[in-house]
Nanobody
Framework: VQLQASGGGLVQAGDSLRLSCAVS????????MGWFRQASGQEREFVATIDRSGRNTDYKDSVKGRFTISRDNAKNTVYLQMNSLKAVDTAVYYC???????????????WGQGTQVTVSS
């Protein structure tokens, strides 16, 4: 299974971006999907996760109300819609696949390569 994240870029504070993560190599629907991020010099942190059905989600407190995770099992893709971006959201964003909906990175077995999001203030 391979994960390919895309959609990052350089934006201004208050702008929006939508990240995509395409899954290939195996059926997508059995996996719980998550988004994590890692800012320069910081540890990787949880951002959002979504269950297999797409009906249940969890978010890092600081992104609640601004970010939305969703998935399209027919397209083997998970999305992260990011609105009202702030400078503190600047990081490399990673998508991940696992068996359990969790905020812990170690619960996810498969990781994408990351996409850079830079928000200028």
């Amino acid at each position: 299974v391979q994960l390919q994240a895309s959609g990052g870029g350089l934006v201004q504070a208050g702008d929006s971006l939508r990240l995509s993560c395409a899954v290939s190599g195996r059926t997508f629907s059995p996996y719980v999907m998550g988004w994590f991020r890692q800012a320069s010099g910081q540890e990787r942190e949880f951002v959002a996760t979504i269950d297999r059905s797409g009906r249940n989600t969890d978010y890092k407190d600081s992104v609640k109300g601004r970010f939305t995770i969703s998935r399209d099992n027919a397209k083997n893709t998970v999305y992260l819609q990011m609105n009202s971006l702030k400078a503190v959201d600047t990081a490399v964003y990673y998508c991940a696949a696992g068996q359990f909906r969790s905020v812990e990175a170690y619960e996810y077995d498969i990781w994408g390569q990351g996409t850079q999001v830079t928000v200028s203030s």
